[in-house]
């Protein structure tokens, strides 16, 4: 499966100016409500070389309003004509970077002021080595309360610990070298879920990695975003499924105990969603590990946590239908 071709679209604009050492590409979709905070979060760093690239995914709200507010030169709006994607808009966001760094911000997240500035200080004393640096994450829910941290702490040549889990966690704490993110090909816009997974894991097969231990992110985990592709069991799947069919050789060629580790990663993911084929199809590779006895527990676990998620999910799907129905056909 091929990475995005990035070629020109219609958002694709060249910025006029001189060049910025960082570009951070802020896609976006129906979030007019949140997206001047995540901006102004940009904006207040203490590192000043940037510009900011969003890109609207064809927003139906107020978001290019929003927006228009800043009058910073350093924010560059660009708007998709249709909707096509997370992925696709930061693919834009990409092409028309000038920056030789690129970040990434989700438009509901936020940073803390030093971010950019002790991420591109790392990366260049490390040299051209370094591909990419992460953050420590702190999640908050739409109270802004925090419910978890990430913290990982794992870095340099980490490609194998990456097949495993995506344990960067999200766009939004990631710097990456531009020339890295094309040779790479950038996202491939065939994934649902698992866009960043996909791409940390080609960045990190050759590149290597810095982990500022800082919580400076501020993540969003909203129970209440429709348009959160988290929440979307389907794409959760379909995402996780694409992964292991683009990475089969990979998975195949990794030592017995870190595919181990992986399947069971992949298990849990699956049985979370109610896919009880997936959840069983993972358990079977993962059994081929030589998975120790005491794996059975966890493993018959979550064969029934898979198998009581998809009933759930068929008896809220009933319900739904019987009330469309009588709202459609009342007696």
């Known amino acids: 499966m091929e990475s995005a071709n990035l070629q020109a679209t219609e958002s694709s604009e060249p910025i006029s100016g001189s060049s910025p050492l960082v570009s951070v590409i802020v896609p976006t979709f129906n979030r007019g409500y949140c997206i001047v905070q995540a901006l102004?979060?940009?904006?207040?760093?203490?590192?000043?070389?940037?510009?900011?690239?969003?890109?609207?995914?064809?927003?139906?709200?107020?978001?290019?309003?929003?927006?228009?507010?800043?009058?910073?030169?350093?924010?560059?709006y660009v708007a998709h004509e249709k909707n096509k994607g997370g992925a696709a808009a930061r693919n834009s966001g990409i092409r028309i970077a000038k920056g030789e760094f690129v970040a990434f911000l989700d438009s509901d997240d936020y940073w803390q002021p030093d971010k950019l500035d002790k991420q591109i200080t790392a990366m260049q004393?490390?040299?051209?080595?370094?591909?990419?640096?992460?953050?420590?994450?702190?999640?908050?829910?739409?109270?802004?309360?925090?419910?978890?941290?990430?913290n990982p702490d794992i870095d340099g040549a980490c490609f194998k610990e990456m097949m495993v889990s995506n344990f960067i966690g999200s766009f939004s704490n990631?710097?990456?070298?531009?020339?890295?993110?094309?040779?790479?090909?950038?996202?491939?816009?065939?994934?649902?879920?698992?866009?960043?997974?996909?791409?940390?894991?080609?960045?990190?097969?050759?590149?290597?990695?810095?982990?500022?231990?800082?919580?400076?992110?501020?993540?969003?985990?909203?129970?209440?975003?429709?348009?959160?592709?988290?929440?979307?069991?389907?794409?959760?799947?379909?995402?996780h499924n694409l992964m292991l069919t683009k990475y089969a050789d990979d998975y195949a060629s990794l030592p017995p105990q870190i595919k181990l580790r992986a399947?069971?990663?992949?298990?849990?993911?699956?049985?979370?969603?109610?896919?009880?084929?997936?959840?069983?199809?993972?358990?079977?590779?993962?059994?081929?590990?030589?998975?120790?006895?005491?794996?059975?527990k966890n493993f018959s676990y979550l064969i029934l946590r898979a198998l009581r998620r998809n009933l759930r999910m068929k008896m809220h799907a009933g319900r739904r239908a019987r009330s469309l129905k009588a709202t459609l056909h009342p007696s």
């Not at 894991?201 to 990695?209: I, N």
């Not at 069971?264 to 590990?289: D, P, Q």
Request: overall charge negative.
């Open 125 to 150: 004393a490390a040299g051209p080595k370094c591909g990419m640096s992460y953050t420590w994450i702190s999640c908050v829910d739409d109270s802004g309360k925090e419910v978890l941290r990430i």
């Open 174 to 239: 990631i710097v990456v070298r531009k020339s890295l993110l094309l040779d790479v090909g950038a996202l491939d816009e065939a994934f649902r879920s698992c866009q960043d997974w996909d791409l940390f894991v080609r960045l990190t097969r050759d590149a290597s990695v810095h982990c500022l231990r800082e919580y400076a992110v501020r993540y969003l985990l909203s129970t209440t975003d429709k348009n959160r592709i988290s929440t979307n069991s389907n794409s959760v799947i379909q995402g």
């Open 40 to 76: 102004q979060s940009v904006l207040l760093q203490n590192f000043a070389n940037f510009e900011i690239i969003v890109v609207d995914d064809a927003s139906t709200d107020d978001t290019c309003e929003q927006v228009q507010r800043i009058t910073d030169t350093r924010v560059h």
């Open 263 to 296: 399947y069971r990663v992949y298990m849990g993911i699956f049985a979370n969603c109610g896919s009880v084929r997936h959840t069983v199809g993972t358990g079977i590779e993962r059994m081929k590990c030589g998975s120790p006895l005491s794996e059975l």
